[in-house]
């Protein structure tokens, strides 16, 4: 018995797994849904507070990654369904460096130029994630403590002057195709912080970063002397889509950007407003086991600084989101357009299967 019952466990175990199919949670509305295609998991919550604010009773849309029997995902997986979209789906990605340099190769044409296409126009979503404004409410959230104690648009400025023209260098060999005379490698660990001092707004650490990056603007222009003057026209031709000395962290490489630059600011800045604040209930009167529940609450409000700032929609002031924006409504527009066209009668339900 115990024998059959064994075997029986076996032919299950090699089985195939059956799934249920997900059903949509806009399954059975009467509206029109707009699928919408996006890079990666990640992405899909940054989309989805996007067209939150264009959602209405008639119009839906749903984000998600490819639907592909291989899982595969990315932006070159988005370019290449560009030609089996209906008229009810988009794609939305980051610009990486296309919005840069526009109609300079194929893939960047496509970028730029293809209806239904939308990307960021800053390098990626985690650049509008940083966005320099947001980031004490960012603080504020994680710690529950509104003293500002640094001031992080002064630094940001500060540190997009200082690593401008290593930015240069980077974005021209990128285009260049000629990454190996300065790799993303190297151009990260140039403009990364090592730390942060807090006084006078992190002054003593952008001298710091200063100085490495006179040592690898010296080496590069060493290297490549035929290079320096052809870099220096590079910078006046993007500033033609809003790249300026005090701004390339938009532009920048997001993933370098958040978590080599943005996370050590915020976690050093957060360290020290947790410290004020336990010093502040520590100083008070409580004693005994009221200051020990005192501290357990306040310990049991700190929230992750950084699953804090993936959850940013503090970004929609920045002007290159503004430039996203218009484009999506103007999409809109287009779709409203059609329905008052008559393609559909304004009082019939939307039939997702008819494109």
Not at 31 to 38: E, G, Q, T
Not at 97 to 102: E, P, V
Request: net charge positive; aromatic share 12%; glycine share 4%.
């Amino acid at each position: 018995m115990k024998k059959r019952r064994k075997e029986r466990q076996a032919i299950r175990l090699q089985e195939p797994v059956k799934t249920v199919p997900m059903v949509s949670r806009y399954a059975n509305g009467a509206y029109r849904l707009i699928r919408v295609f996006v890079e990666g998991y990640d992405d899909v919550a940054f989309w989805r507070s996007i067209f939150d604010d264009y959602e209405t009773e008639r119009l839906k849309f749903e984000i998600s990654v490819p639907l592909r029997d291989d899982l595969a995902k990315g932006k070159k997986v988005l370019l290449a369904m560009i030609d089996e979209r209906d008229r009810d789906t988009i794609l939305c990605m980051d610009s990486d460096f296309d919005y840069l340099f526009k109609n300079f190769n194929d893939q960047s044409r496509l970028v730029n130029n293809t209806p239904r296409l939308f990307h960021t126009y800053a390098y990626a979503t985690e650049n509008f994630l940083c966005h320099p404004p947001s980031l004490h409410k960012v603080c504020v959230k994680a710690t529950k403590n509104d003293t500002l104690i640094f001031n992080f648009e002064k630094f940001m400025t500060a540190y997009s002057r200082t690593i401008y023209p290593l930015f240069l260098w980077y974005a021209y060999s990128a285009r260049r195709k000629s990454e190996k005379a300065f790799s993303l490698l190297d151009f990260r660990s140039s403009v990364r912080l090592n730390y942060l001092d807090l006084r006078d707004d992190g002054a003593e650490t952008l001298h710091w970063l200063g100085r490495q990056v006179e040592k690898r603007l010296r080496t590069l222009e060493a290297n490549h002397p035929t290079w320096i003057g052809e870099v220096a026209a590079f910078g006046r031709h993007i500033r033609q889509f809003g790249v300026e000395t005090d701004n390339v962290y938009f532009f920048m490489q997001g993933h370098t950007l958040l978590d080599n630059v943005v996370l050590i600011l915020l976690h050093t800045v957060c360290e020290r407003l947790r410290d004020m604040t336990v010093e502040r209930i520590t100083s008070g009167t409580k004693q005994g086991v009221s200051l020990k529940n005192e501290l357990s609450n306040y310990n049991n409000s700190l929230r992750n600084v950084r699953e804090v700032l993936l959850d940013n929609e503090q970004y929609k002031e920045c002007f290159l989101y503004k430039k996203l924006k218009k484009d999506i409504e103007l999409y809109i527009q287009q779709l409203i357009a059609e329905d008052e066209a008559g393609r559909r009668p304004a009082d019939a339900p939307y039939d997702r299967a008819i494109r």
